[in-house]
């Protein structure tokens, strides 16, 4: 037997099918933040124009699937 704090996103199928249990922590939470940086004095490529809209979209969805439970989305950018 052991233990390990994993995403939800990373077992949830497992949890699903009853080979894992998992147990929220809930007494401190566990916050993450994720930050997409760019520097502002480049302009951003095509490519890093795609790979941002393609992580934001997932982001987006991982949220609303509830694969991130307790998930906060911002989804805003400086500016807008």
């Known amino acids: 037997m052991g233990y ?5 996103a990373a077992v949830q ?6 080979i894992l249990v998992g147990h929220a922590i809930e007494r ?5 933040t994720v930050s ?3 520097l502002r004095e480049r ?5 890093a124009l795609s790979w941002e809209k393609i992580l934001l979209e ?5 949220v609303t699937v509830g694969a991130w439970k307790e998930a906060t989305l911002w989804l805003g950018r400086e500016g807008a």
Do not use: M
């Open 4 to 8: 390990s704090i994993l995403a939800h």
């Open 13 to 18: 199928e497992d949890i699903a099918n009853g």
């Open 28 to 32: 401190p939470g566990i916050r993450s």
């Open 36 to 38: 997409l940086t760019t």
């Open 43 to 47: 302009r951003n490529s095509r490519l």
């Open 58 to 62: 997932t982001l987006e969805e991982l």
